[in-house]
């Protein structure tokens, strides 16, 4: 009979590796475990029994999932199984005798539901530029052109022989720029030329131009030199061999054969615009995942961004870096990815395990990877516990906080010896967690990368990492609620746990917290900084001139800052843990000036009083004119009235200074008063 809140089936893979069920069952709390032999063979029969009902399933056993899948369905089943890699990542090891929490684990892990990613179509015609210096791209037209509809492109001098047939176009020409994305490419072309057909010997061609352009939905770029695009290999539809690598080209070829037809992509970032703090008034201000996208899918628009998914590559580097959580990954989001996170760490505690570390690695790489020390070396120490993400660099300062608060021991990040993109953000977010983690007493190292290829180097630094404590105090919170306020959740957990909880952390600028600082001698409460505030972290008050500051909301981007016309203030990046954080308070506040005409007030009393000080002894028009000095002391709706009553000449009262209202109704002036 089965569980009600679900069964796991674990496989000794005919006695290649021996099962713990006992750990299993105390990791997975509430779940039968039935451990077999042969499941995908002789015990067949009994996975069938399992998978009729429609209670939770979890099998640990990745090879012969479709075979499972379709004997459930065919039994019936129509609810998912849930499947966990326990032999290569946990039972092939040296430690395979104490790797009986680390199975919990992972099949806890692999049990978390994980929301669908949504998809976005893309069309693709049968358009193809073939860019090249030389016969073989005319060869590789020749291949091409029983399946896609090929333009040739030679890039000057394009010495090439004339084809004895035009079985498509072969032109002349240098692509000065290309954009666009798969299925939508547009490229700019210098010295492009038409041939001429009476070309003998040599193709010739007749007079050429600059500055044509042209569409294509793939590009197959044979030209042998520099990429038409950054991080080239991340760009769909564009196709690049090296023309003196055969094999390659040929690679290169093929594929471009079968990129014709509707195709799906992961919609890989969720962007909300609203929160974006990338500028205001076109003023600048956080551009975190402008500096980081290696694709060149981030552009500025507006106060905002705006991320093309056609172009976007998934590295999730601007998920992983935005401080208001604008930009938020979704394969998986970051809560799907926290929850596996916990249910592995709780799973592993548990069982009974001790000082786990974490391996965040990609499919791509990190799996094959596991695979081959598995197979031909020692296998995962019993310890460390795999993480299969999208990509490496989607893990952002939340993620690494939950992982100790949690009870890790140390964090290790799985890259390629040569990324095939920058990953500055990774290494960015990794400093970051590091400066934190010593803030609260961890110590040094508990989270750093392993970049390698080889899998004995991975062993090695994997079995070299120190026996570290873990928190005194493991937490278990849910990962509920949007990015910005699950980092500050997990850091207070963290915190709580911590060796040393102390109050503040001092962090590197670029830090998605900290604190502003204002001269409050030079602030004239003019505030421009709140208009601009993208986050609601600088506020005021309606009804007085006073300026609140909220430091669990400012992420650091700066605005304030650079909008601020006397320049008073100084941002401060740090991690203050204390109950005050999360309230606002004020930072300066002056008593109003009202309006002397109606009553009403409208600025501030000390920039009045100062302003009618300074133009009643030094301008000309105001000297012995105290009537003239009313107009500075009203409001707007008042000071209009007034003039008209009064028949000031116009000119006088374009010499008068200026007032600047703000958001709010009230008025200030700038510092450089007339004089």
Excluded at 23 to 45: F, I, M, N, P
Excluded at 220 to 234: E, M, Q, R
Excluded at 320 to 343: E, I, Q
Excluded at 429 to 435: F, I, Y
Aim: with cysteine.
């Amino acid at each position: 009979m089965t569980s009600a809140t679900g069964h796991v089936v674990i496989c000794s893979c005919e006695d290649t590796m021996p099962l713990d069920a006992d750990a299993v069952r105390r990791g997975c709390r509430g779940k039968e475990v039935t451990s077999a032999r042969q499941l995908c063979r002789s015990e067949l029969d009994r996975f069938r029994a399992l998978a009729g009902g429609a209670a939770p399933l979890t099998v640990g056993c990745t090879q012969e999932a479709a075979l499972f899948s379709e004997v459930a369905a065919e039994n019936g089943r129509t609810s998912s199984i849930s499947y966990a890699n326990l032999r290569e990542t946990a039972g092939w090891s040296s430690d395979a005798a104490e790797a009986g929490p680390k199975m919990a684990a992972l099949l806890a892990a692999a049990a978390e539901p994980v929301p669908d990613v949504p998809l976005i179509d893309i069309e693709n015609n049968d358009v193809v530029l073939i860019y090249g210096r030389g016969e073989e791209a005319v060869e590789a037209g020749t291949l091409l052109k029983e399946h896609l509809d090929v333009t040739v492109m030679i890039e000057p001098p394009a010495a090439i022989a004339p084809p004895r047939m035009t079985d498509f176009p072969v032109v002349k020409g240098k692509i000065r720029t290309a954009t666009g994305h798969f299925g939508a490419f547009d490229v700019t072309v210098d010295d492009f030329a038409q041939p001429t057909p009476s070309s003998r010997g040599v193709l010739s061609f007749g007079s050429s131009r600059d500055g044509v352009r042209s569409r294509c939905g793939i590009i197959l770029d044979l030209s042998g030199g520099a990429a038409l695009f950054t991080a080239a290999d991340l760009r769909d539809g564009y196709l690049r061999a090296d023309p003196r690598h055969s094999a390659a080209m040929l690679q290169a070829i093929l594929k471009a054969r079968d990129f014709v037809g509707t195709f799906v992509k992961p919609r890989y970032i969720a962007f909300d615009p609203q929160l974006c703090a990338h500028s205001r008034s076109q003023i600048t201000g956080c551009t975190r995942c402008l500096d980081l996208c290696p694709a060149g899918a981030i552009i500025p628009a507006g106060d905002h961004v705006s991320i093309d998914p056609h172009i976007c590559a998934g590295c999730g580097q601007c998920a992983a870096a935005c401080p208001t959580g604008a930009a938020s990954y979704a394969m998986p989001p970051v809560d799907a990815l926290m929850g596996k996170l916990r249910a592995m760490l709780l799973a592993y505690r548990e069982a009974g395990g001790e000082r786990a570390v974490v391996l965040v690695h990609d499919d791509p790489h990190g799996a094959p990877m596991i695979d081959a020390l598995a197979r031909f070396g020692e296998g995962l120490p019993a310890n460390v516990l795999p993480l299969a993400v999208n990509e490496v660099t989607q893990v952002g300062l939340e993620t690494v906080a939950a992982t100790f608060a949690y009870g890790a021991s140390a964090l290790r990040f799985l890259l390629r010896d040569r990324p095939r993109h920058d990953v500055a953000g990774l290494l960015r977010s990794v400093a970051l967690a590091n400066t934190i983690l010593a803030g609260l007493g961890f110590g040094d190292g508990r989270v750093s990368t392993i970049e390698t290829d080889d899998p004995d180097l991975l062993s090695d630094a994997l079995r070299a990492i120190p026996s570290m404590p873990t928190t005194r105090l493991p937490a278990s919170f849910l990962p509920l609620g949007e990015k910005r306020s699950l980092m500050r959740h997990a850091l207070r957990e963290l915190r709580r746990a911590s060796p040393d909880p102390v109050d503040r952390i001092a962090l590197p600028e670029q830090a998605p917290f900290g604190a502003v600082e204002i001269d409050l001698s030079g602030c004239t409460l003019c505030l421009s900084c709140v208009s601009a505030c993208p986050t609601g972290a600088l506020g005021d008050d309606p009804d007085r001139p006073k300026l609140r500051f909220t430091e669990d909301a400012c992420v650091q981007c700066g605005l304030c800052q650079s909008t601020c016309p006397e320049k008073v203030i100084t941002l401060k990046p740090q991690l203050d843990f204390r109950p005050g954080a999360a309230a606002a308070r004020v930072l300066k506040e002056e008593e109003p000036f009202c309006c002397i005409r109606c009553g009403e007030p409208f600025g501030v009393k000390s920039t009045i009083e100062r302003l009618t000080a300074k133009l009643q002894n030094q301008s000309w028009m105001y000297k012995g004119s105290p009537r003239r000095l009313d107009v500075i002391k009203m409001c707007d709706d008042c000071r209009v009235a007034f003039v008209w009553e009064e028949k000031f000449e116009p000119h006088a009262e374009q010499a008068q200074a200026q007032p600047r209202q703000n958001h709010m109704g009230l008025i200030s002036l700038a510092k450089g008063e007339p004089s």
